[in-house]
């Protein structure tokens, strides 16, 4: 292992221009799929902060005695969808509308008979606040005799829902796209110092060393170049997000990545060194094994 780790970092005195484009190749792709991570979780945190304001509400018939409200209570907060439920009466809901509904504020109060019904109010837990569950949970409530109607906001959910699986497949898409064109990058730098060294590896297989002996100098060396670039990248994306945020009062809550997310971009870095290293790798090697192929069934013509 030590004689792995020497022969990668020598590469780095070898050929310190590749490796630098290497790095800072892995670096600016991570850093460009960071940029638009920290978007995307910024973004996530907005939408989670408006799934909290889904719920579904169930009217309920007037006169509905106490002891089957009270049952039904206990009937839909077992809902595994359920996080809380609440029952309003129509004082509570007059009450409400009085006070939120300024505009109305002087109707409400001249009012003989009170036309708000009584109703129970459902807050769902976290990966039920899409348009199926919270569908789900309201025909169900449909289900109970004594509930005259359920809303939702159908349509506003569902734009919700189409807000969210738009962010995630573009983080998907763009992060692919970088991730492939690093690749491309790194395999082709390490295939330029591949050739630069194409006599040395020749004679080592001459000497019998296998290719996985080979090919380990050169992938310790991709995989090093991977966690550099993953690290300058965090760094990159970290200088980024707080020149933003100091310059700009609208946006104080933005939230950078976690420990956890920002070690996912290092180690993609690293993955991206390590795959790029070895297809350049096995691809040299094969044609190095074949062109050996070929001039051996060549000597051994011209000897017969």
Known sequence: MRLLL?????????????????????AFSLFTVGLFGIVAINLREALRGLEERVEVVAFVLRGTPAETVAI?????????EVQDVSYVTEDQALERARRDLVEFRDAYRDLQVNPLPPSFELRLKPGFRDAAHVAAVAERLKGFTFVEDVRYGRDWIQRLDR???????????????????????????IRLTLLQRAREIHIMRLVGATNWFIRGPFLLEGAVKGLLGGLLAVALCYAGYSAFRNNTASFTGLIFF???????????GVLMGFGGSLVSVGRHLRHMGGRGDRRGRKSGVQGK
């Open 6 to 26: 020497r022969e990668a970092l020598l590469s780095f005195r070898r050929a310190p221009l590749l490796s630098t484009l290497s790095i800072t190749t892995i």
């Open 72 to 80: 039904a209570s206990q009937d839909i907060a077992a809902f595994p």
């Open 163 to 189: 807000l969210r699986n738009l962010t995630g497949i573009l983080g998907l898409v763009i992060g692919l796209v970088f991730a492939t064109v690093a690749m491309v990058i790194i395999g082709v730098t």
């Open 258 to 268: 976690s420990p956890l997310q920002a070690a996912v971009i290092v180690g993609f």
